[in-house]
């Protein structure tokens, strides 16, 4: 389930994607440790204690590597990475 954040501008979300990369923040799991935002701020921000996915990424220039990374940074297992590697 794709979750928005109400208030943010631009939209944040929980779901983003694409060029055959996916990724997904659980909010049941984030706890606002701001792992990711301070491994990969182009992508992650944290609003509100929870992670959240930016709009307006070029997906096609992503760092796929970096993504696994902040997915195994996560002390809580909150972010899931979907990409052509795996
Ligand atoms: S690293 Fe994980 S727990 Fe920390 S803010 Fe990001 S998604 Fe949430």
Redesign the pocket.
């Known amino acids: 389930m794709v979750t928005s954040e109400p208030t943010a501008t631009p939209p944040l979300a929980t779901d983003g994607g694409g060029n055959e990369i996916a990724v997904h923040?659980?909010h049941g799991?984030?706890?606002?440790?701001?792992?990711?935002?301070r491994?990969y701020p182009d992508i992650?921000v944290?609003n509100r204690?929870?992670?959240w996915i930016k709009s307006g990424i070029e997906w096609a220039s992503a760092d796929v590597a970096l993504l696994k990374e902040?997915e195994s940074?996560?002390?809580?297992?909150?972010?899931e990475v979907e990409a052509p590697a795996d």
Do not use: H, Q
């Open positions: 923040v659980d799991m984030c706890s606002g440790t701001r792992n990711c935002e491994y992650f944290v204690d929870k992670a902040v940074a996560c002390p809580w297992a909150a972010i």
